[in-house]
């Protein structure tokens, strides 16, 4: 594997914020990063004593955005301190992700495996929760992962390639933990809970 420890840097500067289409009230908000490729695109809740509507996805927009079009939809539920990751694909079958925290709240890992790339190997931590229905991109060439910070956390992911079982690669994620702190972590403190086969992915 291509992993060099000495090169994980944590990003968590905000790049960018803007709207996209031309309608205000249908607009998508994005926030993009340091890290060329990855964004955030922020819910919209219209609420009222009902409770409230969201449209969580539009193939239109997401065009504009350059995102691909999607093929499977996944479904994880999650307890507190629970960690997933660090996914990939093989490149030849290579996924982005459209991730959305549904229930309660996470942190989203995202790392930088493309090689050559400027940033190679550097990471981000971004914290999302169903207040928001915020959705992270998270496009080829990247790992991903997260941190449940409560139970019964649900995340939500599209995917532009099917899942193989041949072609799937991990990084273990302690190796990220143990290099960021509580604050990154959403100010989570306790035990992680990490499968056995994700505990023995290499470092």
Request: overall charge negative; proline content about 3%.
């Amino acid at each position: 594997m291509f992993i060099g420890r000495t090169q994980w840097t944590h990003i968590c500067m905000k790049r960018d914020t803007y709207e996209s289409g031309e309608d205000w009230a249908m607009s998508l908000n994005v926030t993009k990063f340091g890290i060329d490729g990855p964004m955030v695109i922020h819910g919209v809740r219209h609420g009222d004593d009902r409770g409230f509507f969201s449209e969580t996805y539009q193939q239109q927009r997401y065009d504009e955005l350059g995102l691909p079009h999607f093929v499977q939809e996944n479904l994880s539920k999650s307890s507190r301190g629970v960690v997933r990751g660090l996914h990939w694909q093989s490149p030849d079958m290579a996924q982005g992700k459209l991730v959305t925290c549904l229930r309660g709240s996470i942190v989203d890992f995202v790392v930088d495996i493309r090689v050559g790339s400027p940033t190679f190997m550097e990471f981000l931590t971004i914290p999302v929760s169903d207040a928001a229905l915020d959705s992270i991109w998270v496009p080829e060439g990247f790992a991903h992962g997260f941190l449940a910070l409560e139970d019964n956390t649900l995340v939500q992911y599209k995917v532009n390639r099917f899942w193989s079982a041949s072609h799937e690669r991990a990084l273990n994620a302690s190796w990220v933990l143990d290099r960021v702190g509580s604050e990154a972590l959403g100010g989570f403190e306790g035990e992680f809970v990490i499968s056995g086969k994700d505990a023995a992915a290499a470092a």
